[in-house]
């Protein structure tokens, strides 16, 4: 059972990995923008799940997260199956392990995307 304060803790850093993201694309410091939009979606969906479910579970993978919620909320699958988030999968490892690079075109796309889906969770 997930306890009140860490679900606290999902929705807070959430939000600032999305606001890091924003400061970023400012910065133009495209590549890290993409990963903290890429964390700033993986931990709004944790906190959903945990909210609703009274815990979250411990995968990284946004396909899978995106399926748990979308069971609930099926509107987060077709939001999924719409933008399909291959390049915001690749964010998480290309920042971590791989020398990657991102437009700012595409980064901004991925932060609209990361800004939906927090508000669709009821995380902002």
Known sequence: MARKEDVEVLR????EFLEAARDDIRAGRYDLAAFHC??????????????????FPRIRDLR???????????SLQDLYEE???EVMLDA??????????????VVEKLYWVAERVVREVGVD
């Open 64 to 74: 899978e997260l995106f399926e748990l919620a979308g069971k609930i909320r099926p």
């Open 12 to 15: 807070r850093r959430a939000v």
């Open 38 to 55: 890429e964390q700033a979606t993986q931990l709004a969906l944790k906190h959903f799940l945990a909210r609703e479910l009274g815990y």
């Open 83 to 85: 933008f399909k988030f």
């Open 92 to 105: 998480y490892v290309g920042a971590r392990y791989l020398p990657r690079s991102y437009r700012r075109d």
